[in-house]
């Protein structure tokens, strides 16, 4: 299976600390992406680093790719409350045809 | 732009009746999908169109479910008779090809009691 997963599972952190969150996979990928699901919401779309990129930044978000160990990691930077949410990893398999594949999500609690 | 119209959405029926789930994709987009998100499975891909034509409907669990997308603005997924093992968040997403980012709209609770 292409999925991918994430860990932690769950993870709590106080307001201004940095929340690091890892995806592994398992084949060759065209390009990886970061979701977040505020509870009871639909899923959006934070980014999207492709096979050849190692790191990618938008924001206070920080995403790094090593295709060689088949994982990325997401990194926020000084968490807010609203920053608290589910987190999924999305991978497209590298060759033909593929859609998006989900992992089960870390669900990241940001305390005041 | 208003994003992706998912109705509705809320749903409680009663076990053996028909549900009918309603997606409006984003202007443009000529890929929409349906996904079906549970507390144990995840988030799991249902069927894929393209252009309006189904290309994937692997994720369908039985002949129960069926989905449609008579024009590019408008796709339905069908339930038909529901049960309770089908309550769960159904989300429509569309996007400009497959292995593109997703918009996702707000998603269908649906209970089935």
């Known amino acids: 299976s292409q999925q991918g997963e994430e860990d932690p599972q769950a993870l709590s952190i106080q307001e201004g600390e940095n929340a690091t969150m890892n995806c592994s996979y398992k084949t060759s990928i065209n390009n990886l992406q970061w979701y977040r699901q505020n509870s009871g919401r639909g899923l959006v779309h934070l980014i999207l680093i492709r096979s050849n990129e190692r790191e990618k930044h938008s924001g206070r978000l920080r995403v790094t790719l090593d295709t060689s160990k088949k994982s990325s990691s997401l990194l926020i930077t000084a968490s807010r409350a609203a920053d608290t949410a589910s987190y999924f990893c999305?991978?497209?398999?590298?060759?033909?045809?593929?859609?998006?594949?989900f992992g089960k999500g870390t669900m990241l609690l940001v305390s005041p | 732009d208003a994003g992706v119209i998912q109705s509705p959405r809320h749903e409680v029926t009663e076990m053996g009746q028909e549900v009918t789930l309603r997606c409006k994709p984003i202007?443009?987009?000529?890929?929409l999908f349906w996904y079906r998100q549970t507390m144990m499975r995840g988030l799991e891909l249902l069927i894929y169109f393209n252009n309006n034509v189904p290309i994937d409907d692997s994720g369908m669990p039985e002949d129960r479910f069926s989905a449609k997308m008579p024009n590019a603005s408008f796709s339905t997924l069908k339930i038909q008779p529901s049960e309770p093992r089908d309550s769960a968040v159904y989300f429509c997403?569309?996007?400009?090809?497959?292995?593109?980012?997703?918009?996702f709209g707000s998603g269908t609770q649906l209970s089935v009691l």
């Open positions: 202007s443009g987009h000529n890929s």
């Open positions: 997403a569309s996007s400009l090809s497959e292995k593109e980012k997703l918009f």
């Open positions: 999305a991978t497209a398999a590298g060759s033909g045809y593929s859609t998006l594949t």
